[in-house]
């Protein structure tokens, strides 16, 4: 699934002053969301750098990604550290950087996006006293990456992106300090580097992070009904073998508007039990499901979807009506030389015979009903070999 931008939001005018946290506030997001911070801080004029941890009010995970140890500019005691987070809690987050020691010239900038994953693919970071701070190249492998650069700085003059590099779009800066950020989907894997122009020149730490783009979900397509008398087979095809697939079976004013979540659950779109359900495990491209319990004779709607570790499917639906109820088990045929119980047999049970033309012949049948059919007028018909057209008996 491409990654795609939705929203920036920042921690407002870098503080200068020595703090024991920083926040940026207002954060909307959904699960599934992928947030990449970039969080910058400086040592209160010391060489010492800090480690910083991030958290929201929410319950999600921030985890800081590993760049190198360019990530502190001692000569301008300068931090940068950027955190990816997998948005498992929704709502409206507030996200706060805690250091291991107090900071001055603090700041964050959250960027959201979707279609994102957690695993990463490339980082790098750099130092450099420019009007256009590099962080380094890094080559991605995985087409559609979510890239994103950050640059930082504690200069007495701030500084804000004037100029994007290359494909790179999407910059924004912290109103009136020294941190910017930009990004892309990078629509082709390959060497990338995030260069912004900016415009002072200052001692800028770069750095730049690629998350690979999140797992589609299954695809359904082409459903399927097999019915029976009392019993159906629902099935589909898919463009994953793993996972569970799901059917509910009733009318279709009671599937009208069934959502994934109550099919995996056997619901209707009442959230009341469905007539039937039932699942099984997708190990090929042709899942399929059987259900039991319904009437003879009786149009029904199905909805099916899968669920696997890239989460839900689509649903798809469709209509199928159950058979008769009726089955021919068997039958014999029987010499017409007697009476009902005296004629004799003609061959065995379920054998074909040959008959003479003009000889007369006597054919038993066992029809077996299942449920309780409709009264049925029942006609034999024949058809000579190689003729494909049925002729009734009169």
């Given at each position: 699934?491409?990654?795609?931008?939705?929203?920036?939001?920042?921690?407002?005018?870098?503080?200068?002053?020595?703090?024991?946290?920083?926040?940026?506030?207002?954060?909307?997001?959904?699960?599934?969301?992928?947030?990449?911070?970039?969080?910058?801080?400086?040592?209160?004029?010391?060489?010492t750098?800090?480690?910083?941890?991030?958290?929201?009010?929410?319950?999600?995970?921030?985890?800081?990604?590993?760049?190198?140890?360019?990530?502190?500019?001692?000569?301008?005691?300068?931090?940068?550290?950027?955190?990816?987070?997998?948005?498992t809690?929704?709502?409206t987050?507030?996200?706060?950087?805690?250091?291991?020691?107090?900071?001055?010239?603090?700041?964050?900038?959250?960027?959201?996006?979707?279609?994102?994953?957690?695993?990463?693919?490339?980082?790098?970071?750099?130092?450099?006293?420019s009007?256009?701070?590099?962080?380094?190249?890094?080559?991605?492998?995985?087409?559609?990456?979510?890239?994103?650069?950050?640059?930082?700085?504690?200069?007495?003059?701030?500084?804000?992106?004037?100029?994007?590099?290359?494909?790179?779009?999407?910059?924004?800066?912290?109103?009136?300090?020294?941190?910017?950020?930009?990004?892309?989907?990078?629509?082709?894997?390959?060497?990338?580097?995030?260069?912004?122009?900016?415009?002072?020149?200052?001692n800028?730490?770069?750095?730049?992070?690629?998350?690979?783009?999140?797992?589609?979900?299954?695809?359904?397509?082409?459903?399927?009904?097999?019915?029976?008398?009392?019993?159906?087979t629902?099935?589909?095809?898919t463009?994953?073998?793993?996972?569970?697939?799901?059917?509910?079976?009733?009318?279709?004013?009671?599937?009208?508007?069934?959502?994934?979540?109550?099919?995996?659950?056997?619901?209707?779109?009442?959230?009341?039990?469905?007539?039937?359900?039932?699942?099984?495990?997708?190990?090929?491209?042709?899942?399929?499901?059987?259900?039991?319990?319904?009437?003879?004779?009786?149009?029904?709607?199905?909805?099916?979807?899968?669920?696997?570790?890239n989460?839900?499917?689509?649903?798809?639906?469709?209509?199928?009506?159950?058979?008769?109820?009726?089955?021919?088990?068997?039958?014999?045929?029987?010499?017409?030389?007697?009476?009902?119980?005296?004629?004799?047999?003609?061959?065995?049970?379920?054998?074909?015979?040959?008959?003479?033309?003009?000889?007369?012949?006597?054919?038993?049948?066992?029809?077996?009903?299942?449920?309780?059919?409709?009264?049925?007028?029942?006609?034999?018909?024949?058809?000579?070999?190689?003729?494909?057209?049925?002729?009734?008996?009169?």
């Amino acid at each position: 699934m491409p990654g795609a931008h939705v929203a920036d939001y920042d921690s407002g005018a870098i503080t200068t002053t020595s703090v024991s946290s920083w926040a940026v506030s207002g954060v909307g997001v959904s699960v599934g969301d992928t947030l990449v911070v970039g969080v910058t801080y400086g040592g209160l004029g010391t060489t010492t750098n800090r480690t910083v941890t991030l958290a929201d009010n929410l319950g999600n995970t921030y985890t800081e990604i590993t760049l190198p140890a360019a990530q502190w500019y001692a000569t301008n005691s300068t931090g940068l550290r950027v955190f990816k987070c997998q948005v498992t809690s929704a709502g409206t987050a507030t996200i706060t950087a805690t250091p291991s020691a107090n900071c001055d010239y603090t700041g964050i900038i959250a960027r959201k996006f979707t279609g994102g994953s957690a695993t990463e693919d490339g980082d790098n970071c750099a130092l450099e006293n420019s009007t256009t701070p590099a962080s380094g190249a890094i080559t991605t492998t995985v087409n559609g990456a979510i890239v994103v650069g950050f640059a930082a700085n504690t200069s007495s003059t701030a500084g804000s992106i004037t100029g994007n590099n290359g494909s790179f779009g999407g910059s924004y800066t912290i109103t009136g300090t020294g941190m910017v950020s930009q990004y892309q989907i990078q629509a082709t894997a390959g060497s990338v580097d995030s260069e912004p122009t900016v415009s002072v020149s200052a001692n800028w730490i770069s750095a730049i992070i690629a998350l690979q783009p999140g797992a589609s979900t299954a695809t359904l397509s082409a459903g399927t009904a097999t019915p029976g008398n009392t019993t159906a087979t629902i099935g589909a095809t898919t463009d994953q073998t793993s996972g569970t697939f799901y059917v509910v079976v009733d009318t279709a004013a009671n599937l009208s508007g069934v959502t994934a979540t109550q099919i995996k659950a056997g619901q209707k779109a009442s959230g009341s039990a469905a007539l039937a359900s039932g699942n099984a495990s997708v190990s090929t491209t042709t899942p399929s499901v059987g259900v039991t319990g319904l009437a003879v004779e009786t149009l029904y709607s199905y909805a099916a979807v899968q669920n696997n570790t890239n989460g839900d499917s689509n649903v798809v639906t469709g209509t199928f009506t159950t058979t008769n109820g009726l089955d021919q088990k068997r039958f014999r045929f029987r010499n017409d030389d007697g009476s009902e119980t005296a004629a004799t047999w003609a061959a065995a049970e379920n054998a074909d015979v040959t008959i003479p033309a003009l000889t007369p012949k006597r054919l038993r049948m066992q029809v077996a009903a299942t449920g309780d059919p409709a009264a049925k007028s029942f006609k034999l018909q024949y058809r000579k070999v190689g003729d494909g057209t049925w002729r009734d008996i009169n």
